[in-house]
């Protein structure tokens, strides 16, 4: 039997027991780098890291992993590294990354991780605030981001893990990522003693507001992922995982660690490959944010449009009839969130209806959706979402076309994981029930004082994967976790009956208008980017009477209306992929994004969407808007590395539009 249900008896269902019982049990490991010997013992030849875009194409097994991790910490050793010093981590996605993070913590170091494209300020921030003594750095492109700042930091050890040829610097030693191991090779390791307790890890808050603080993440938070996230899925040894996010990131750290310890492949892709390697490979897992499946959905959009109508006409009957579909099908399962408690009646007249259309959407099955499911690769088994809430249009679309996605929830403070749907229970809309050992508890956002089941206040979290604190920030800690361990996480939300967990917002970005009114805008935005014509969109409208937005639209969809009507959109030169126009089109009324049509266009989208919101007040209305033609993205700083906008650096840039909007 699994330790993991004698641990927490009452939290570990029937299910999650059978999940558990199937999986290999860590319970009884005191370090991270302990299961790197247990999975070679166990996994040995499989492919554990898989990079088919590098020349040549990189392949490592589970024995070649762990061997790689001792040679990478034994190197370090024998150049100066002690237990318990800092390291910064600056790099990407990559199986060196790998090697490097479990290299270090196998030396008995900390690395202090961020992204090799991040500011190079806050990277010398990092570097200073964690009193790293070493760096690993991605290549010599990024060790040349910070040369100016190494003479002020007691950095004694650079490692590159590139192959590029090392350089010469006064007081530094430097070495690529195969000289390291080469030494390594040559060298005992020495086994360093650690415990839950050790802290293993820094991992930087991207600082949208002050200075990024440095989250302390000991082996126990990090090992309470590996034990527990096996409650919500079961994969197999040799189970193909896609990996997109930040290797760096909690999240996807986290389940890299817990995957990867059961024995899957983990293959390596980016936004320019997504696409086509989610055919060539057919992954059975993946982990990934709302972006991602955002774009998917908008993919299948975009093709919808270009069939003719008549073939438009028959794929829109099939998604209205399958919507009907998995409403009744929630309905009678008890799913749906917005009745959790049907009546008796309700039940088997959703039943009735439900299989009444069962046949039409088996059609749709057959004839659309799973070709749909194609882009996917076929073989999913199930996806996690995290970094923010599914859309409703997102949850029905995946579900009507058989993809099983299951929403988690957490913050980088906790590990991250503290709730996830599972398989047996995928209540959408919500992010599930927490993961064992984890209580979650719902206050008064003023008094602090509990909630009853049902009624929205702050979401307050308890568990073994909640930090240690800030690093040498103990003011921070102290706001951040009260006297009873119980981490405040900035979000809004309530508890259902069944514990599930629904939020509603952030706590920072409710709007307050003048009437008093508060806002989420995250549901709302939800709503409208269900237009076809939304591809991004920031609510603003803080201390105003009537809420705005700044919209990123989507400029294939509105080149295809604007064709419709006879027009052509008039674009600045450098706006990217836009189809040229046919010679027999080049008599088309030109107007441009502020033209009254547009603005009509983009109204009745705005009305229609948030107006069919359950739930819709007079006060959600979306009073003034402004489109704006540069993407919220990750390299203009309005993205997070996990997709998310940072809405502070939205409203900062432009302050003056939305200034002039009111």
Known sequence: ???????????????????????????????????????????????????????????????????????????????????????????????????????????????????????????????????????????????????????????????????????????????????LVEVGSSVQLEPVKQTKDTLATLIYTSGTTGQPKGVMLSHGNLLHQVTTLGTVIKPQQGSKVLSILPSWHSYERSAEYFLLSQGCTQLYTNLRYIKQDLKTFKPNYMIAVPRLWESIYEGAQKQFREQPSNKQKLINTFFSISQRYIKARRLAQGLDLENLNPSATEKISAKVQASVLAPVHALGERLVYGKVREATGGEIIQVISGGGSLAKHLENFFEIIGVNILVGYGLTETSPVTNARRPWHNLRGSSGKPI?????????????????????????????????????????????????????????????????????GRAKDT????????????????????????????????DQKSLGALIVPNLDALQQWAFSQNLQLRLPADVPNLPKLEASQSQLKEIDL???????????????????????????????FKLILEPFSIENGMMTQTLKIRRPVVMERYHDMINGMF
């Open 1 to 179: 039997m699994n330790n993991l249900v004698t641990q927490y008896p009452y939290q570990v269902t029937e299910q999650e027991r059978s999940n558990l019982n199937r999986l290999v049990d860590y319970t009884s490991v005191q370090s991270l780098p302990e299961i790197w010997s247990l999975a070679a013992q166990r996994f040995g030849e499989t492919v554990a890291l898989k990079d088919p875009h590098t020349k040549p194409e990189v392949v490592i097994t589970y024995s070649q992993l762990n061997k790689l991790i001792q040679q990478f910490a034994a190197g370090l050793q024998s150049l100066g590294i002690k237990a318990g010093d800092r390291i910064s981590l600056f790099a990407d996605n990559s199986p060196r990354w790998f090697i490097a993070d479990q290299g270090i913590m196998t030396a008995g170091a900390v690395d202090a991780v961020r992204s090799g494209q991040a500011e190079q300020e806050e990277l010398r921030f990092i570097m200073a605030n964690s009193g790293s003594t070493a760096l690993v750095v991605e290549d010599l492109k990024t060790l040349n981001k910070l040369r100016d700042y190494l003479n002020d930091l007691p950095i004694k050890l650079i490692v590159l893990l590139s192959d590029e040829e090392p350089e010469e610097l006064a007081n530094i030693k430097m070495l690529n990522f195969s000289g």
């Open 511 to 542: 709007i307050v208008l003048t009437n008093g009114e508060n806002i989420e805008p995250q549901p709302i935005e939800d709503a409208c980017l269900r237009s076809a014509y939304v591809d991004q969109i920031v609510l603003v409208g803080q």
């Open 594 to 624: 502020d033209s009254k049509q547009i603005q009509d266009l983009f109204r009745q989208e705005l009305n229609r969407e948030v107006q069919n919101r359950p739930g819709y007040r007079s006060d959600d209305r979306i009073a003034v």
């Open 436 to 504: 064992p050992g984890t209580e979650i508890k719902i206050v008064n956002p003023e008094t602090r004082q509990p909630l009853p089941t049902g009624e929205r206040g702050l979401v307050l979290i308890k568990g073994p994967q909640v930090m240690q604190g800030y690093y040498q920030n103990p003011e921070a800690t102290a706001k951040a976790i009260d006297s009873e361990g119980w981490f405040d996480s900035g979000d809004l939300g309530w508890v259902t009956k069944e514990n599930d967990l629904v939020l509603t």
